[in-house]
Protein backbone atom coordinates (compact mmCIF):
# COMPACT_ATOMS: atom_id res chain seq x y z
CA UNK A 1 0.00 0.00 0.00
CA UNK A 2 3.13 2.52 0.40
CA UNK A 3 3.81 2.29 -2.78
CA UNK A 4 0.44 3.39 -4.37
CA UNK A 5 1.08 6.24 -1.82
CA UNK A 6 4.03 6.78 -2.92
CA UNK A 7 3.22 6.82 -6.79
CA UNK A 8 -0.11 8.94 -6.31
CA UNK A 9 1.92 11.72 -4.36
CA UNK A 10 4.47 12.00 -6.62
CA UNK A 11 2.04 12.17 -10.08
CA UNK A 12 -0.07 15.31 -8.48
CA UNK A 13 3.12 16.85 -6.55
CA UNK A 14 5.18 15.79 -10.07
CA UNK A 15 2.62 17.13 -12.04
CA UNK A 16 1.36 20.82 -10.03
CA UNK A 17 5.31 21.47 -9.55
CA UNK A 18 5.58 20.90 -13.53
CA UNK A 19 2.85 22.85 -14.27
CA UNK A 20 4.10 25.91 -11.89
CA UNK A 21 7.50 26.10 -12.93
CA UNK A 22 6.41 25.51 -16.87
CA UNK A 23 3.71 28.57 -16.45
CA UNK A 24 6.42 30.82 -14.09
CA UNK A 25 8.71 30.35 -16.85
CA UNK A 26 6.33 30.98 -19.60
CA UNK A 27 4.91 34.20 -17.73
CA UNK A 28 9.04 35.80 -17.97
CA UNK A 29 8.71 34.71 -21.70
CA UNK A 30 11.17 32.07 -21.64
CA UNK A 31 11.27 28.72 -23.44
CA UNK A 32 9.92 25.97 -21.24
CA UNK A 33 11.75 23.17 -22.58
CA UNK A 34 14.78 24.77 -21.51
CA UNK A 35 14.51 24.90 -17.93
CA UNK A 36 13.04 20.79 -18.74
CA UNK A 37 16.65 20.35 -20.04
CA UNK A 38 18.21 22.45 -17.30
CA UNK A 39 16.99 19.96 -15.05
CA UNK A 40 18.38 16.92 -17.57
CA UNK A 41 21.41 18.85 -17.19
CA UNK A 42 21.65 18.10 -13.16
CA UNK A 43 22.39 14.26 -13.23
CA UNK A 44 23.40 13.84 -17.54
CA UNK A 45 26.04 17.26 -17.81
CA UNK A 46 25.34 20.19 -19.65
CA UNK A 47 25.64 18.30 -23.00
CA UNK A 48 21.92 18.33 -21.99
CA UNK A 49 21.10 21.30 -22.79
CA UNK A 50 21.51 20.93 -26.51
CA UNK A 51 19.21 17.63 -26.81
CA UNK A 52 15.80 19.18 -27.61
CA UNK A 53 12.62 17.94 -27.48
CA UNK A 54 14.60 14.67 -26.19
CA UNK A 55 16.42 16.66 -23.28
CA UNK A 56 13.67 18.17 -22.46
CA UNK A 57 11.54 14.67 -22.06
CA UNK A 58 14.25 13.35 -19.80
CA UNK A 59 14.22 16.48 -17.39
CA UNK A 60 10.97 15.87 -17.23
CA UNK A 61 11.79 12.24 -15.95
CA UNK A 62 14.25 13.45 -13.91
CA UNK A 63 11.49 15.69 -12.05
CA UNK A 64 9.38 12.49 -11.60
CA UNK A 65 12.35 10.77 -10.36
CA UNK A 66 13.05 13.49 -7.80
CA UNK A 67 9.51 13.65 -6.66
CA UNK A 68 9.25 10.12 -6.07
CA UNK A 69 12.19 10.42 -3.83
CA UNK A 70 10.31 12.95 -1.85
CA UNK A 71 7.70 11.23 -1.43
CA UNK A 72 9.07 7.77 -0.60
CA UNK A 73 10.88 10.08 2.22
CA UNK A 74 8.02 11.71 3.57
CA UNK A 75 6.38 8.03 3.29
CA UNK A 76 9.29 6.35 5.40
CA UNK A 77 8.94 9.27 7.79
CA UNK A 78 5.53 8.91 8.28
CA UNK A 79 5.34 5.23 9.69
CA UNK A 80 7.08 6.38 12.80
CA UNK A 81 4.27 6.71 14.83
CA UNK A 82 5.91 9.93 16.66
CA UNK A 83 6.06 11.74 13.43
CA UNK A 84 2.60 10.40 12.03
CA UNK A 85 0.83 11.85 15.41
CA UNK A 86 1.74 15.19 14.06
CA UNK A 87 -1.03 17.10 12.28
CA UNK A 88 -0.87 16.99 8.35
CA UNK A 89 -0.86 20.26 7.87
CA UNK A 90 2.50 20.80 10.24
CA UNK A 91 4.43 18.00 8.33
CA UNK A 92 4.02 19.34 5.23
CA UNK A 93 4.98 22.56 6.00
CA UNK A 94 7.87 21.17 7.93
CA UNK A 95 8.73 19.13 5.10
CA UNK A 96 8.20 21.68 2.36
CA UNK A 97 10.97 23.58 4.04
CA UNK A 98 12.91 20.92 4.60
CA UNK A 99 12.58 20.00 0.74
CA UNK A 100 13.99 23.53 0.23
CA UNK A 101 16.62 24.06 2.10
CA UNK A 102 17.82 20.48 0.91
CA UNK A 103 17.63 21.39 -2.91
CA UNK A 104 18.52 24.87 -2.44
CA UNK A 105 21.33 24.14 -0.09
CA UNK A 106 22.64 20.84 -0.79
CA UNK A 107 22.00 19.86 -4.31
CA UNK A 108 21.95 23.02 -6.25
CA UNK A 109 25.28 24.58 -4.96
CA UNK A 110 27.14 20.97 -5.62
CA UNK A 111 25.91 20.50 -9.12
CA UNK A 112 25.68 23.74 -10.04
CA UNK A 113 27.52 26.07 -7.75
CA UNK A 114 24.62 28.46 -7.03
CA UNK A 115 24.76 30.41 -4.25
CA UNK A 116 22.47 30.21 -1.21
CA UNK A 117 20.59 31.66 -0.02
CA UNK A 118 19.05 33.17 -2.82
CA UNK A 119 18.78 37.18 -2.44
CA UNK A 120 15.83 37.14 -5.39
CA UNK A 121 12.81 37.64 -3.13
CA UNK A 122 10.37 36.68 -6.09
CA UNK A 123 12.89 33.61 -6.47
CA UNK A 124 12.71 32.62 -2.89
CA UNK A 125 8.71 32.86 -2.96
CA UNK A 126 8.51 31.12 -6.21
CA UNK A 127 10.39 28.26 -4.49
CA UNK A 128 8.89 27.83 -1.40
CA UNK A 129 5.46 28.09 -2.79
CA UNK A 130 6.52 25.11 -4.72
CA UNK A 131 8.38 23.05 -1.63
CA UNK A 132 5.79 24.25 0.75
CA UNK A 133 2.33 23.55 -0.98
CA UNK A 134 2.75 21.41 -3.58
CA UNK A 135 5.31 19.35 -2.46
CA UNK A 136 5.50 19.17 1.52
CA UNK A 137 1.10 20.12 1.83
CA UNK A 138 0.15 18.14 -1.17
CA UNK A 139 2.05 15.39 -0.16
CA UNK A 140 1.38 15.20 3.41
CA UNK A 141 -2.46 15.41 2.40
CA UNK A 142 -2.52 12.56 0.34
CA UNK A 143 -0.67 10.53 2.59
CA UNK A 144 -3.25 11.14 5.26
CA UNK A 145 -6.51 10.54 2.80
CA UNK A 146 -5.30 7.67 0.85
CA UNK A 147 -6.73 4.44 3.05
CA UNK A 148 -4.01 3.31 5.20
CA UNK A 149 -3.29 -1.26 4.49
CA UNK A 150 -5.65 -2.93 6.80
Known amino acids: MI ?13 LD ?3 ASGMTLAKGKDVGAVWRGVASGPFGDGAKDWGLGGSLLGLGVHF ?19 AAVNWAVIGVIYGLATYLVMYGIVLPWRFGSPFPQTNGAAI ?26
Open 18 to 20: ALF
Open 65 to 83: ALMALMAAVLGMLLRQPRI
Open 3 to 15: RSRIALATLISGT
Open 125 to 150: ASALFAHVVLVGLVMSWLFRRTPAPA
